[in-house]
Nanobody, 118 residues
Framework: QVQLVESGGGLVQAGGSLRLSCAAS????????MGWFRQAPGKERDFVAA????????YYADSVKGRFTISRDNAENTVYLQMNSLKPEDTAVYYC???????????WGQGTQVTVSS
């Protein structure tokens, strides 16, 4: 198992930027893929972005392509989500997750709130 702790959420105006961080511990960080998900009030948790163990491959939901960037620092055991050009519809609790079982995100952080005002 791994422990994941998100930080960096907050309140920002539309058009602004935030950078989320997720610090991992408990298992060799460079051995697994990581992802970001989000859940808006009354909605299901949705995929946002993912990055493979080496950082060479990234994947994005269509709704965030060109605005969000996922990255990782394996020396610091941290994955990041840089969010630019934020929109009110990006408002959600953002979760980082670890893919420990070949294609399944099965370890989750506690979430960090992002609120974008119009």
């Amino acid at each position: 198992q791994v422990q994941l702790v998100e930080s960096g959420g907050g309140l920002v105006q539309a058009g602004g930027s935030l950078r989320l961080s997720c610090a991992a511990s408990g298992r060799t960080f460079s051995s697994y893929d990581m992802g970001w998900f989000r859940q808006a009030p009354g909605k299901e948790r949705d995929f946002v972005a993912a990055i493979n163990w080496s950082g060479n491959n990234t994947y994005y939901a269509d709704s965030v392509k060109g605005r969000f960037t996922i990255s990782r620092d394996n020396a610091e055991n941290t994955v990041y989500l840089q969010m630019n050009s934020l929109k009110p519809e990006d408002t959600a609790v953002y979760y980082c997750a670890a893919d420990l079982t070949a294609g399944t995100f099965d370890s989750w952080g506690q979430g960090t709130q992002v609120t974008v005002s119009s």
